[in-house]
């Protein structure tokens, strides 16, 4: 994947909430371009295969079963320092830690249910988007 991408998630307490149109719009102000998008679901198997990194940490259960509770957003963000900067504009992990304006800061609901996922690495970020798009699906 070439330089200036990211993957991003909306993950499903945002859906149910219907936050999905407002973050799409912080993410379209902010310079990021979509070049790819879709609304899935995962079942528990492929919320397990997505988050294998943190297999056997105290939370993956809880994490995996969140995660297929309902729909998700996946999408594929194009701009210059894409990770970089989709990870300032969501904010810190924690909610309760996050700037003001930041999307978590504004959508979350706790640590888990933080609202949205961003990639912290290029690894990470080819990882994760070739989890949910192929080639074709990228533009």
């Known amino acids: 994947m070439p330089l200036g991408y990211t993957f991003a998630m909306i993950k499903p307490s945002a859906c149910r909430k219907n936050h999905v ?3 799409l719009a912080m993410i379209n102000q902010a310079g990021f371009r979509i070049s790819a998008i879709r ?6 198997e492929e919320a397990e295969q997505f988050y294998e990194m943190h297999r056997g940490k105290e939370f993956y259960e809880s994490l995996c079963d ?3 509770s309902g729909p998700i ?3 594929l963000l194009e701009k210059e320092n894409a990770i970089e900067d989709f990870r300032k ?4 992990t924690n909610p309760t ?16 249910k933080n609202a949205v996922h961003g990639s912290d690495t290029p690894e990470n970020a ?9 080639q074709r699906e990228r533009y």
């Open 89 to 92: 504009l969501i904010g810190n």
């Open 73 to 75: 957003i996946a999408i």
């Open 66 to 68: 969140f995660m297929s």
């Open 97 to 112: 830690m996050a700037e003001e304006g930041t999307i978590r800061k504004m959508f979350a609901e706790s640590l888990q």
């Open 39 to 44: 609304s899935t679901k995962l079942d528990k």
């Open 21 to 23: 149109g407002p973050i």
């Open 126 to 134: 080819e990882r994760e988007a070739n989890f949910f798009f192929n």
